[in-house]
């Protein structure tokens, strides 16, 4: 990104550019997201030297607080979100003298110019600029006001196409729906240039996630049959068995569509069935990623009843464990008609998939913690084991399970030893932990580092984030007009509400139970 080569160490995927200084700002530095996330994964990549040589790291926040009581209160959340743990004390004392604390409003100038005097301060002291990342992690009414003072006081001025030193993370939700996502665009683009924003899906992050396209066109033999004639339909799961846990208040105006599909669902949907993209780039994944969304067939307010179903979890038990319902959760109306569960059944209106159905189900409080992609292919087109009806033989199933138990595997048929010509499903797998060890990098890491070298392959595009706004508000304002008769309609640690068995069966087809 730096229009001077040499500012960077250049790392051997050529693409990749490490900048010898960053400051990276927080907004919000005394929420959630900071200490369980952020803080820990900044932590991580100092463990495994992925920083900047000249680092600054700096939590900005309402409250009034010393360099040392922040320092503090993240080594405590280090202490407990790491997956490592605080593993290396030397390596935290060294990370801790990077971190400071400037206090501030979101939408007053008085902040602004302070954190103004210490990146300059910092800046000065620098042989050459620092890159700086400002990582908006503030509730999402105020992303406006803050990339509007950034962009007022200097501290990110818009830079070309490029050559940006001033980078912007934008945490979701990104608007609330069509409307209000593009005038968010609308106010960041009136100060940045789009290649400055950082929008965050933090599934893009995931190992497993990755995968997807490194599985897809890193390996010749899955291609040719990647496609309608061979594949019967594609579902995607991302099943929580938490509930809404301290986050009721937030999650009544979200719901599991603004929450979940939106973003992480469709951007597994993308990965899945987008063409290859001409180069490993980002502008040429995201240009890929968005044709394919851009061919998903809006569903219309009148499928909405036979292609969408809606749920939300009573009370139940998981184990042992009795769970309240939704509506006894705190923060959430006692007659609540938020969905928190959903069942999407979309099609996608191009060559490869013309009358493939995907099914994307998500939900809380589902039985088991599980999110994967499984491609289930057709049966085979005639029996020649007449023990079997076809029926009974199971069509091969490719399974890429995203978290847990991160792998892939493929499902087929085999004859068991013995006399009779019977059939059986056994499975190839690959189990990520198994073949590479634990301790895969986490999301955030994978993600901040990106954006400190300036890669945003894996971040979202403003023209992504409208379309698939487009794809979801029909679906929310046609169940926002008609409210829920039947919730809550399934039990908290089921597999969802009966309606979406249905709607596959309707389909003679069945959700796998993973
Ligand atoms: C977040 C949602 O984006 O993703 C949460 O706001 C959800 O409600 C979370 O629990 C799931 O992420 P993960 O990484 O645990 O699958």
Known sequence: MASDGQEYLHQSLGQLKKPHGCIVTIFGASGDLTKRKLIPALYNLALEKKLPERLAVVGYARSEMSHEAFRDKMREAVQEFSRTGLKDQAVWEQFAATLYYVRGGYDEADGYQSLKEFIDGFDRNSRVPPARVFYLATPPDLYGPVVERLSATGLAPREADGEGRARVIIEKPFGTDLQTARELNRRVHDVLDESQVYRIDHYLGKETVQNIMVFRFANAVFEPIWNRRYVDHVQITAAESVGVET????????????????????????????????????????????????????????????????????????????????????????????VSYAALKFYVDNWRWEGVPFYLRSGKRMAKRVTEVAIQFKRPPLLLFKSHALDNVNPNVLVMRIQPDE?????????????????????????????????????????????????????????????????????????????????PNYAAGSWGPAEADELMQRDGRRWRKP
């Open 247 to 338: 986050r009721g208040g937030y999650y009544e105006e979200a719901g599991v569509v603004r929450d979940m599909f939106q973003n992480h669902l469709l951007q597994l949907l993308c990965l899945t069935a987008m063409e290859p993209p001409v180069g490993f780039n980002p502008d040429a994944v995201r240009d890929e990623k968005g044709k394919l969304l851009k061919s998903v067939r809006a569903i219309a307010p009148e499928e909405v009843a036979s292609s969408a179903v809606r749920g939300q979890y009573g009370p139940g038990q998981i184990g042992d464990q009795k769970l309240p319902g939704y509506r006894q959760e705190s923060g959430v109306h006692k007659t609540s008609p938020t």
């Open 407 to 487: 792998g892939v595997s493929l499902t087929f048929e085999v004859k068991p030893p013995g006399s009779e010509m019977v059939v059986s499903p056994l499975s190839l797998d690959f189990n990520y932990e198994e073949a590479f060890g634990s301790g895969s990098p986490e999301a955030y890491e994978t993600l901040l580092e990106d954006c400190i070298e300036g890669d945003s392959t894996l971040f979202t595009r403003h023209d992504w984030v409208e379309a698939a706004w487009a794809l979801t508000d029909p679906i929310i304002q046609v169940w926002n007009l008609s409210k829920p008769k039947s919730f």
